[in-house]
T-cell receptor
Framework: DAGVTQSPTHLIKTRGQQVTLRCSPK?????VSWYQQALGQGPQFIFQ???????QRGNFPDRFSGHQFPNYSSELNVNALLLGDSALYLC?????????????FGEGSRLTVL | AQSVTQLDSQVPVFEEAPVELRCNYS??????LFWYVQYPNQGLQLLLK??????LVKGINGFEAEFNKSQTSFHLRKPSVHISDTAEYFC??????????FGAGTTVTVRA
């Protein structure tokens, strides 16, 4: 049973560019959340998708947007990249109908903005 | 809103010695509490969780944590650490909506 998978694992962009990160949730999971982890810090919640809709959003600007597809996979898009967007972006999924609050994380996509 | 404070940013410890990582949280509602571990260049792995019931929670790899509601704490302990326990440890809180608020992390370095 594959866990949460993310792609790409590493990428380098320049300021002003746009980036798309992808995530496939663990089998049986229907909710996908995205987190940003800057170097030396804890993960920060970006947003959460359920039934192809953004259900919750953290304190991130509109440059950060997302999408969830019918197969529950998800994309994170960041426009007009800034140097401060350099971070590890983590995708997490949670089970359908669950109520434990537990998230299952992928290994992340490390974005470097030059 | 919930928040988490991890009181130690770095904890050096010798192999086979005990370790305690301290975590305090604040919330106006009942919460679920978690400890995650992150090994170098990897994602987060759940060590243990407190949802309800017994305040002493046992997790994987010999770790345990104790929930103390009056002190709003959820400290993580291991009686004897191994070199392989070298990692970053994160305390997190949730009100059950799958939105986690994480602490800044504690780096544990185990030395022989």
């Amino acid at each position: 049973d594959a866990g949460v998978t993310q792609s790409p694992t590493h990428l380098i962009k320049t300021r002003g560019q746009q980036v798309t990160l992808r995530c496939s949730p663990k089998s049986g999971h229907d909710t996908v959340s995205w987190y940003q982890q800057a170097l030396g810090q804890g993960p920060q919640f970006i947003f959460q998708y359920y039934e192809e809709e953004e259900r919750q959003r953290g304190n991130f600007p509109d440059r950060f947007s997302g999408h969830q597809f019918p197969n529950y996979s998800s994309e994170l898009n960041v426009n007009a990249l800034l140097l401060g967007d350099s971070a590890l972006y983590l995708c997490a999924s949670s089970p359908a109908g669950g109520n434990t609050g537990e998230l299952f994380f992928g290994e992340g996509s490390r974005l470097t903005v030059l | 809103a919930q928040s988490v404070t991890q009181l130690d940013s770095q904890v050096p410890v010798f192999e086979e010695a005990p370790v305690e990582l301290r975590c305090n949280y604040s919330s106006s509602v009942s919460v679920y509490l978690f400890w995650y571990v992150q090994y170098p260049n990897q994602g987060l792995q759940l060590l243990l969780k407190y949802l309800s019931g017994s305040t002493l929670v046992k997790g994987i790899n010999g770790f345990e944590a104790e929930f103390n509601k009056s002190q709003t704490s959820f400290h993580l302990r291991k009686p004897s650490v191994h070199i392989s326990d070298t990692a970053e440890y994160f305390c997190a809180v949730s009100k059950g909506d799958y939105k986690l608020s994480f602490g800044a992390g504690t780096t544990v370095t185990v030395r022989a």
